[in-house]
């Protein structure tokens, strides 16, 4: 397993196992109970605020240097901030979320001791 196939699998999030059936439910990113083609449990994973702790120390530390450096050079009004932030952050989350937690359920089932 090199990086690079952990990434491509983080990006479309398949079974750790079989990596051909799906991971999540549609339209959600909480994981399926069974995987359709190899049958293993996945309503077991537990992320818990792994993810969204990532999430916020990864927007945070990327969108507030941004914001000051846009406001710096353009000097826009505070609620056209609101709704340019906004929105960019709901994208950004929308399009990590996912993958950030495809990554732990990943790195839980390749290390998690076999018994």
Known sequence: MSFFEDLRFCLKPRCPACRQGRLFKQWSVDPVEECDVCHMRLGDNDVGDGASVFMIFLLGATIVPMALIVDHFFNIPLWVHAILWGCVMLGLIIVILPAV??????????HRSKK
């Open 101 to 110: 937690k495809a990554y732990i359920i990943l790195l839980n089932h390749r």
